[in-house]
């Protein structure tokens, strides 16, 4: 035997393994985004926080401020109506209309969106892709005119802030969130401040969260079982309703592109060509392409359970009623006003197509999406109306 | 003489000998003009390696390529039907085409020319979709090699096998000293189709008194562009029920430095003792991609495997241990995302030890019962195999 020959490689092996060995890690560097943790964000700190434009820097202050012209009367036209008139706390923001009404009493084309997380959408508006911060959604209810909502216009916006102007507690607030200007009380401040209260309005203790941190016994087996339904492809729920906020427009500071995303989800079919009600007709209003007819952007659904009726026209009263909608892969209209079939609209998503459940199973679909319901959102004083307390 | 499969098995044949294919159990002869043949392999698995989800994705790797795990159940590993044909002393076209497991279709796995210059015979050039040949896991068959699954290394740094269009030359500076270089297109993982693939290999062969070793050294470096784990996101259906992974895209440059050797030494008559090691260093700088997320990513991965085994007439013991380093860093604003999402959170080291005793029926067949213990997954796993290689040289003249 040649003692020396297997020495040497007895020598070798044993450098070498020496040498490929090392501890196994994966370190992550975000960049310091996390460095403004310190607001109350009501964010989890395993989530990223939401993006904030560099003009508007999120504050307490900004945020109480914000959260009392939310609830105050004042800010509109004929001092009758607030923003929480359409968007209550106990149903998650929004009103429980199928479509908005305003302060003089004209209906909106919309049913008020639910304002929840909505710091993280990647646009603001059920069809207007090119409408994507707060701060440019904050002023448009305040001084829209078809509809009217808030009913702020030329002939009495100073006098809706010469009100605001009256109220000491603005005096003092207006001052401590733009410390860096001597008259702070104009509406480009107003919508900032709006636009961090909203920022602020963050959702992520359901029951479903609660599972995922680890508590088995959050949800019900149901829900389970409805869990697995959405995130299927056989449902396809998750590809437009997916990610940490259960929808494809999401945007936060872990990500390089926004995805302003708008689907067409098969409602209306008024033509046989695609076509939607007038007023309500999605993108094609904004960019005018074929293309884009009856594409509207997926809302998240933290808090479904609370924001009935759904679509954007508040056209579906049920959450049952939904889950069957998608199951026949559109809407058939049949009688009444906007008859066709929109499972046959040619700019339908290509995830909207018919599937079975049995009752069973839609019974556990619903309830996972029940265990989206986040209590402590719809309870928590820190949105609560302030001229209340 | 005969030459038994499992020679053949336990050796990198034709490592040291001018690009060829590994058939030499075969006595294939080597002034043959036409040599057809044909080779198989069968396994029953008692288990297959996945997560929760049925996938084999170890954390903490970017995985890709033909690495895929066995199945449960029997299954062919492969099935391959080749031939030489040595139409001049130094030229020569080789090809082969086999199915793998996990595939219904026929497919063309190598197709290339062998040619040794008159006046420079110390060089030999095949040029076509050919086999790498820089180490004894660069590529290979579950027909032709020692243990049915692919070697940890090859699974993780090289999705397995490396055959793709190329071109090799070797130089047989010295009987026992050969230097070669390989340019790959780059279609095999961790390049990217067309964006290319170098290598360099040294590769010696010794004999000291009765122990014969085989050692080489090698370096690759490859480019990839978006390159996406194409096994899990291919033929991705929206009607099946299925597990689809987060698409993450790998653009950057990987470097790959290896060092093997095999030996062999007679204890009697009867009894060989052999040795066989590889170790890879594999580095990869680029940046992760997903959609929405983008991050600038770092990765420093080694592994190694060593082989030891007896041989007793017609039997063989063999032992595998395998084991693997994972170091990734991920920096910019999507790094958190992108790491969960490319599966790339881990601490652990993932490794598998495989005990593995073959049986050489008779010139063409061979029989071998495995033990595997696996650690590459959050959750350990262990599996029995039995199986069989059959390799046939079919026509010669």
Known sequence: ?389 | MRRLILSSLLWPAGLLAHSGETHDNLELEPTAQLQIGAMFSATAYSAQATDVHGLWRIPGLLMGGEALPNAKGAQVDDAHLWARYQWQPNSAVYAAVGTHAGHTELSLENLYLDYQPAKFEKLNLAAGLMDARFSPNASSHPSERQFVETSLLAEAFWGGSIHDLGLRLDWQAHPQLKFGVELHDGDFFPASKGEGAQVLFAQTEQQLQELKLKAGIWGLQAQAVQRGDERYQTGHSHSSSSFTPPDVRFTGKSALMGLWLTSSLPLSETLQAGFDYEAVQAKAEGELSETNYQAAYQAKHLGYTLTPNLQYGAWNLSYRFEKLSLDNRLIGAGAAVLAQDANLLNTAQPQRQTLQLAWQANKNLLWRAAYTQDDTLAQADERFSVGLVWQQLLHEY
């Open chain 1, 1 to 389: 035997m040649n003692s020396r020959g297997w020495l040497a490689i007895g020598i070798i092996t044993i450098m070498t393994s020496a040498c490929v060995e090392q501890d196994s890690q994966t370190l992550i560097n975000t960049g310091g985004l996390d460095n403004d943790r310190s607001f109350n964000w009501n964010i989890p700190a395993n989530y990223p926080l939401p993006v904030v434009h560099a003009d508007n820097p999120i504050s307490e202050e900004k945020f109480q401020l914000g959260r009392h012209l939310f609830y105050d009367q004042r800010l509109s036209g004929p001092a009758n109506f607030s923003c929480a008139s359409c968007h209550r706390q106990e149903l998650a923001f929004t009103d429980g209309l199928a479509q908005a009404i305003g302060a003089t009493g004209q209906k909106h084309p919309r049913s008020a969106q639910a304002l929840v997380n909505i710091a993280y959408n990647a646009s603001v508006n059920w069809g207007n892709p090119t409408t994507v911060t707060l701060e440019q959604q904050a002023p448009i209810p305040l001084f829209n005119e078809f509809p009217v909502e808030m009913g702020v216009n030329d002939s009495n916006q100073a006098q809706v802030l010469a009100r605001l102007q009256a109220e000491p507690r603005y005096q003092r607030m207006f001052k401590a969130a733009f410390p860096n200007e001597t008259q702070p009380i104009h509406f480009a401040n107003i919508a900032k401040a709006l636009a961090s209260f909203e920022r602020g309005l963050n959702s992520f203790n359901s029951p479903f969260d609660q599972y995922e941190a680890g508590n088995q016994f959050a949800i019900t087996q149901a829900a389970k079982r409805g869990m697995n339904l959405f995130f299927n492809e056989k449902t396809e729920c998750f590809h437009c309703h997916g990610g940490m906020n259960f929808t494809l427009s999401s945007f936060d500071r872990s990500q390089s592109f926004a995805d302003t995303e708008f689907f067409n989800n098969g409602l209306y079919n008024l033509d046989g060509k695609g076509k939607y009600p007038d007023g309500g007709e999605g993108i094609f209003e904004i960019t005018g392409k074929p293309e884009d007819m009856g594409r509207f952007r997926p809302p998240t659904l933290r808090n479904i359970a609370l924001t009935a009726p759904y679509m954007h026209d508040g056209s579906i009263e049920s959450l049952d009623a939904v889950i069957r909608h998608y199951m026949r892969g559109g809407r058939h209209i049949t009688t009444a006003v906007n008859a066709g079939d929109g499972r046959a609209n040619p700019y339908k998503s290509g995830f909207v197509r018919p599937f079975d459940l049995s009752e069973q199973e839609i019974a556990d679909l619903r309830e996972f999406l029940e265990s989206l319901t986040d209590d402590s959102f719809i309870n928590n004083p820190r949105f609560a109306n302030p001229w209340a307390e």
